[in-house]
Nanobody, 123 residues
Framework: VQLQACGGGLVQAGGSLRLSCAASRRTFSNNAVGWFRRAPGKERQFVAAINWRGSNTHYADSVKGQFTISRDNAKNTVSLQMNSLKPDDTAVYFC?????????????????WGHGTLVTVSS
């Protein structure tokens, strides 16, 4: 599976962005998909995950109620809606396909990683 994340950009604090992750070469409809981020000078951090059917989601405490992950298996895409953005949300965001139908916050549960998309939130 080859993944490509897009939708990043520069936004003012309080604004919204919607990131998308598209799969190519083969479908990832049987895989969980997660979003991670790496802020400047910080470790990679789990953001959100969704199971293969889209019926179960999991969020980092720092983004609960602020971000929403969803998927459209017919289009082979996963989205991350980010609202009420804060400067602390500035990071490169990566999507990753899980090794199984359900995956959690651990990076080792994901076997396929896309190139990231940069989100910059100005104050």
């Amino acid at each position: 599976v080859q993944l490509q994340a897009c939708g990043g950009g520069l936004v003012q604090a309080g604004g919204s962005l919607r990131l998308s992750c598209a799969a190519s070469r083969r479908t990832f409809s049987n895989n969980a998909v997660g979003w991670f981020r790496r802020a400047p000078g910080k470790e990679r951090q789990f953001v959100a995950a969704i199971n293969w059917r889209g019926s179960n989601t999991h969020y980092a405490d720092s983004v609960k109620g602020q971000f929403t992950i969803s998927r459209d298996n017919a289009k082979n895409t996963v989205s991350l809606q980010m609202n009420s953005l804060k400067p602390d949300d500035t990071a490169v965001y990566f999507c990753a396909a899980g090794l199984r139908a359900v995956s959690g916050p651990g990076p080792d549960e994901y076997g396929y990683w896309g190139h990231g998309t940069l989100v910059t939130v100005s104050s």
